[in-house]
């Protein structure tokens, strides 16, 4: 129980990189993997600033700022220089891990002997319980902030900026600068579920970034295919069930784990995963 | 109000597949003109009118609207001047967006689109009056997704989106091509009606003469990337449909 409780607590941490996804890949149909690079910087802030006695409060616009400039650079890459997003985002990814090893200092930071923000709440017994209302409290904040942004004059120009070009530019707004937004808050939320995730664990390490992309991906992908069988048109509850499928995402491989895969082979069971959300629909819609 | 001088547009040039869409092009379009442009496919009428949203630049020469020189300024800058009804219906809206969506950006048309929720009932309420004007019965969809609908309710309202905001120019790009005749006669009327009321610049290209004979107040025929021909509102109702069809033989 302990052992799925915590891996649901991951996948809240995680959820936050999810709806960045969600915002790249389904509102600007951009696909940007910044991703790996961006969620490690997130961590490897936050572990650098916890353990000079910074106060969260302070961590957290940071950890954002960080986040925001990668999907910044990214963004004009892309837009600037007209470089296929996949490749801007490989090129800043790339670069990035150079960056976090420099603001690391070594290739990994332990946070054990340092507040974090799982410590915020002593409510219940159990430190697992306090942990996961503070995903859940983190995460409600963020999701909120995320529905209202998306439902203002703005956020209806952000979703019409991937739905039809043409069209934004004919009312008055310049897709560049929406695209940049996006990349920026996209990768704010990346980073932000490298902020939780570095507590969560009690280390950030270098390498803890790789491939977590598809993490992400797969989690998009479960709460996608999920809002479409549902017909789901409202935007707060979409976003619930980008959260909802990365927490199924971590539920799967915890229950590979408890079926005895070594943990060694966990991204390759992640790949796998994913392989399996691409492809088993293809499969069954050729056979139709 | 637009002013084109010496336009010349050339695509892929020094390439094998070189094409001057525009050559030399100066017109004069005055305040309150309807302009019907009709034209062979590929003699320039949608280059044309690129030019003048600022979707495309010219390879040559200058454009001014209302005296301000616009020749470089990208097409999201130009459109507080103008509203636009694309060729393909799907091309002037957002299909997963509701109506209500679309016409709240198309309220937004000449300033910011702000960190606030702009749709509240009384906005919902003028929506929902604008469009159960167009007597489509769409009235009350309005949370609909855009792209349910028809190519013939998209294109009207489209059109009755380029009202929801102050609009001077009115650009048409073939806006009944996709539809059905009776679409195309709503779509049509619905244009008509809006550039009388408001009083708007217009620039109607067409393939259906009749539509061309039947509408505006000045008529131009390109050919190969020029102005063949230019009717004042005078010599284009004395035209006759049988000598229009001639044009093209
Ligand atoms: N983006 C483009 N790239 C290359 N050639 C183009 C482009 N747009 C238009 N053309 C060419 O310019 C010519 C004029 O096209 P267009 O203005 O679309 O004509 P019309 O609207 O009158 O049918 C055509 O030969 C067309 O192939
Ligand atoms: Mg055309």
Redesign the interface.
């Known amino acids: 129980m302990e052992f799925y409780l915590s891996a649901l607590v991951l996948g809240l941490c995680l959820s936050s990189m999810a709806l960045g996804i969600f915002i790249t890949m389904k509102i600007f149909r951009i696909p940007d993997i910044t991703t790996d690079g961006s969620y490690t910087l997130g961590a490897a802030v936050t572990a650098v600033l916890l353990t000079r006695q910074w106060p969260l409060a302070a961590i957290i616009p940071v950890t954002m700022i960080a986040g925001a400039l990668a999907g910044i650079l990214t963004g004009l890459v892309h837009t600037r220089l007209k470089i296929d997003a996949l490749l801007a985002g490989i090129l800043v990814m790339t670069g990035l891990y150079s960056v976090n090893l420099n603001v690391l200092g070594r290739s990994n930071i332990p946070l054990l002997e340092v507040q974090t923000i799982f410590n915020a709440l002593s409510i219940f017994e159990k430190p697992l319980h306090n942990e996961l209302w503070v995903g859940l409290l983190f995460l409600g904040l963020i999701s909120g902030l995320l529905a209202?942004?998306l439902?203002?004059?703005?956020?209806?120009?952000m979703?019409?900026t991937g739905?039809?070009e043409?069209?934004?530019?004919?009312?008055?707004?310049?897709?560049d600068a929406m695209k940049i937004t996006g990349l920026a808050i996209a990768n704010v939320l990346t980073a932000l579920s490298g902020f939780l995730v570095a507590q969560y664990q009690n280390f950030t390490d270098i390498n803890m970034g790789i491939g977590i992309v598809l993490v992400g991906l797969g989690s998009v992908l479960i709460g996608d295919a999920l809002i479409n069988w549902l017909g789901i048109?409202i935007i707060w509850v979409q976003l619930l069930f980008i959260m909802g499928g990365s927490i199924l995402f971590q539920m799967m491989l915890a229950v590979a784990l408890s079926l005895g895969v070594n943990p060694s082979l966990l991204k390759l069971i992640t790949a796998v995963f994913v392989l399996a959300i691409v492809g088993i629909p293809r499969l069954m819609a050729r056979r139709e | 109000m637009i002013e084109l001088s010496h336009i010349t547009k050339v695509f892929n040039r020094g390439q094998a597949n070189e094409v001057a869409a525009l050559q030399d092009v100066n017109l004069q379009i005055g305040e309150g003109e309807f302009v019907v442009l009709v034209g062979a496919n590929g003699s320039g009428k949608t280059t044309l009118l690129n030019i003048i949203?600022g979707?495309e630049f010219p390879s040559e020469g200058a454009i001014q609207i209302h005296g301000e020189e616009v020749t470089r300024v990208?097409?999201?800058?130009r459109?507080?001047w103008m509203?636009?009804v694309?060729q393909n219906p799907?091309?002037?809206?957002?299909?997963?967006?509701s109506i209500l969506?679309?016409f709240?950006?198309?309220a937004?048309?000449?300033?910011r689109?702000?960190?606030?929720?702009?749709?509240n009932e009384a906005f919902k309420a003028s929506v929902r009056e604008k469009i159960a004007g167009l007597d489509m019965g769409l009235e009350n969809k309005l949370?609909q997704?855009m792209g349910s609908l028809s190519g013939g309710q998209r294109q009207a309202l489209t059109l009755l989106m380029s009202t929801m905001d102050h609009t001077d120019i009115l650009l048409l790009d073939e806006p009944t091509a996709a539809l059905d005749p009776r679409s195309a006669e709503i779509v049509m009327q619905a244009a008509q009606k809006i550039i009388q009321d408001y009083g708007l610049t217009t620039l109607f290209i067409t393939h259906n003469l009749r539509d061309a004979h039947r509408y505006g107040n000045r008529l131009i025929h390109m050919v190969e990337g020029r102005v063949a021909r230019d009717l004042n509102a005078e010599a284009k109702s004395k035209l006759k449909l049988q000598e229009m069809y001639e044009w093209f033989e």
Not at chain 1, 151 to 157: H, L, S, Y
Not at chain 2, 74 to 77: A, F, L, R, V
Not at chain 2, 108 to 111: I, K, Q
Not at chain 2, 113 to 119: C, D, H, M, P, Q
């Open positions: 209202y942004m439902r203002t004059d703005f956020g209806i120009a979703r019409a739905n039809s043409s069209m934004t530019r004919a009312l008055g707004i310049n897709p048109k | 949203a979707a990208p097409e999201h800058k459109s507080r509203a636009r694309f799907l091309g002037g809206t957002a299909p997963e967006l969506s679309n709240r950006l198309a937004l048309r000449t300033s689109k702000k960190l606030v929720i702009g749709i949370s997704p």
